[in-house]
């Protein structure tokens, strides 16, 4: 082989990893709240990927098509309703700026401390192979997280009525 | 050239991991910062999608829990659509109402 | 009754398998591993890129010839035999148009729109099986990833029409996200029939688990799923009767107005490459793909992709557009509780082994 397999995937990693960053960087400092919006479909798709190289094939496919295809076009539709005939800047005073920015620096790097700190249960490598995850996702979904997937079902058609309710017009 | 082994999974856990602190940190100053009530909607998305790839990193690391990973994933995003759907209908009420959406104007409870 | 199958042997049965076959012999030789297989994939993704292209000038003309004949008009004729080449000369006149930027127009999301339509459409014929073995990637997830990049568009389309600047593109916009997400839900719904009824997401297990009976013929659900099918599939597509989006008559052109030149002829591409994918994968969902008897499995693939985008074709000549709240209401006061029922009842038939050539449950 001219070149790794592996390297390729590590490197599709860390390019999708960047863009995902780069589309919530972009949509902090986007002016327009639209160009958020694509930023923020920027980083979903990135995630997708990521999902894939981490052999996460359906879940991936379902991100796509839940949070691409209903999450921000509901948000886009957001937008569209609410026009705002005076474009504010949109980032709050500078003092809560900075503030909220460090905040989520600090949280950061407390986080990588942590990962970088914590003893892992170093398991041998992984061999590359994925196997299809379809199957198990769906016997287990039914059998050890039945009460979880019930409960989220209820909360689904709550959220629905609920949406419903406050969004009607009287 | 026979193929021996299958060739080794290149990323860890801590990059995964990493990757997913990164978006949650990205999401939480944006979530912090905009005044947009809907930009900050969508960077809560973000943050959840840091949680994710946490989830689906250890899933996928952290052998012999079946993808439990994966499927509280799956969790994370039926939540996400739940909290958007009733995100966006609250905001398109407080625009009916103010004609506004700046978190900063919405401030009626206020003491 | 079995007619004999085209034996995979033989050349004409699957020239491209053969071709596939003696070029990885060829470069196999004078280059190492990775190279020739890379290569045959970009062979193969320039070959489904050119079909695509080919594929969607056919349509149409042909769409233009049958809606012509239906009218009791010509059609176009005068550009090569029977106006076989008019699609030609359209491509080569929206090449030679300027793309033109409205000032009102927000420059980077307008121009990135056309993209994100296309390019997912064309993601879809990545899975799309044309014979045994004979498609670009065999994902186990094909049903799932052909409905995910099928999500994708919307968000192309809402920013085409707000980056417009204009209030026609804007409607336009809003009424296909709309319209896009309500015909989602009972198209993924009814799609899990034929998974169901086949056990597997992989396009090419759907098929092979219809050499016995075509799920169409799995009776009572088959033709339901196939209707509704091709229902929420012209929806999602924006044809006529269901092309609310574009709608000439009441919102000009919809998200579309204000693109010309190749921009416009992005959008058009997709169009059309997403009616050829619709009719296509209900093909091959619901009428057994490429299996048929004696004609190479490539020639059944096109075959009944075109025989229904034909029909497709027929109801756009036949029926007038829907009003856009009749047109809402059917979605989820209709197809929805159509489909759920539907599949609750494959579900039920396969769990009993009361449905011929159901193999769900193993």
Known sequence: MLIPEGALIAVTFYVLGVLAIA????????????????????????????????????????????????????????IMLTPQTVQLPDIASPGQAISGALVAAALFVVTVAVVATTAWPRAAPLPLADQPTTNTI????????????????????????????????? | MPSELPPLYPIGLQHGLVLGAALFAVGMAGAL??????????????????????????????????????????????????????????????????????????????? | MTLPLCPPAVFICDPFGHARQGLYAVLGAFLPEPIPTVALTVLAIALVLTTVAVVV?????????????????????????AGLLQSLADVVKLLMKEIIIPTQADRIPFQLAPLMVLVPSLLIWVVLPWGPGLMVTDLN?????????????????????????????????????????????????????????????????????????????????????LFLFLVAGIAEVNRSPFDLAEAESEIIGGFHTEYSGMAFALFFLAEYANAFAVSAIASTLFLGGWLG??????????????????????????????????????????????????????????????????????
Do not use: C
């Not at chain 1, 059998?143 to 419903?164: C, D, R, W």
């Not at chain 3, 804007?170 to 896009?180: H, I, N, P, T, Y």
């Open chain 1, 138 to 170: 769906a016997f287990n979904l039914f059998n050890t997280y039945v009460l979880p997937f019930e409960i989220a079902s209820i909360l689904l058609l709550v959220a629905m009525i609920g949406a419903i309710v406050i969004a009607r017009e009287e």
């Open chain 3, 57 to 81: 000038m056919s349509q149409v003309w042909a769409e233009r010839r049958i809606i012509a004949f239906m009218q009791g008009r010509l059609g176009p004729n005068r550009v090569g035999p």
């Open chain 2, 33 to 111: 910062t905009k005044r947009n009530a809907i930009a900050i909607l969508m960077a809560i998305e973000v943050m959840l999608n840091g949680v994710m790839v946490t989830f689906v990193t250890f899933a996928r690391h952290i052998p012999g829990i079946d993808l439990g990973g994966q499927i509280f994933a799956m969790f994370v995003l039926t939540v996400a659509a739940a909290e958007a759907a009733v995100g966006v209908a609250i905001i398109i009420t407080v625009y009916r109402l103010r004609r506004t959406i700046s978190v900063d104007q919405a401030d009626t409870l206020r003491g």
């Open chain 3, 141 to 225: 997830i094909g049903v799932l990833f052909i409905l995910a990049t099928g999500a994708i568009p919307t968000i192309g389309i809402l920013a085409a029409g707000w980056a417009s600047g204009n209030k026609y593109s804007l409607l336009g916009g809003m009424r296909v996200a709309a319209q896009l997400i309500s015909y989602e839900i009972p198209m993924a719904i009814i799609v899990l029939v034929p998974v169901l009824l086949a056990g597997t997401m992989s396009l090419q297990g759907i098929i092979d688990a219809q050499s016995d009976i075509w799920f169409v013929l799995a009776l009572p659900v088959g033709p339901i799923a």
């Open chain 1, 23 to 78: 589309g919530g960087v972009g949509l902090i400092l986007a002016r327009r709240i639209f160009h958020s919006a694509l930023f923020l479909v920027l980083t979903l798709v990135s995630v997708a990927g990521v999902f894939v190289i981490l052999g996460a094939d359906f879940l991936a496919a379902v991100q796509v098509l839940v949070y691409v295809g209903a999450i921000t076009v509901l948000l886009l539709f957001g």
């Open chain 3, 293 to 362: 008897p004696i004609l190479p499995p490539f020639v059944w693939f096109f075959l009944k992709a075109y025989l229904v985008f034909f029909v497709l074709i027929w109801i756009r000549g036949t029926l007038p557009r829907l009003r856009y709240d009749q047109f809402m209401a059917s979605a989820w006061k209709v197809a929805l509780p159509i489909a759920l029922v539907t599949v609750g009842l494959t579900a039920v038939q396969i769990t009993l082994h009361a449905i011929p050539g159901g193999a769900g449950i193993q």
